[in-house]
């Protein structure tokens, strides 16, 4: 194991530590403040996390893909006459009826 590995690995456990330490000692002295700013956090963190949802994500994401169309006419752009396997009227190949 590496020196940089092992001090990140030693740095990680020690404020993992000294979290979980701040944290008991503050429920252990203001225990109702504490449950109060948790469970308000919460309620806004779900409110924005809902509303963030609806709108899609807000600026900066690309409009959905446009549907593609379904050739029309007699002729099906898929079909070049080469293929010896049936196609539907989209071009695709089905999957093979199981028995």
Do not use: C
Not at 32 to 37: A, E, G, I, N, S
Not at 54 to 74: F, K
């Amino acid at each position: 194991m590496s020196v940089t590995t092992k001090l990140a690995r030693q740095a990680v456990k020690t404020t993992a530590k000294h979290t979980a330490h701040t944290a008991a000692s503050k429920i252990s002295r203001r225990p109702f403040r504490t449950v109060t700013l948790l469970a308000l956090g919460a309620v806004l963190g779900g409110i924005v996390g809902f509303l963030l949802g609806r709108s899609g994500g807000g600026e900066g994401y690309p409009e959905p893909p446009a549907e593609a169309s379904v050739p029309t006419g007699d002729h099906d752009a898929a079909d070049t006459g080469n293929s010896a396997e049936p196609t539907t009227e989209t071009g695709a190949v089905p999957w093979p009826r199981r028995p």
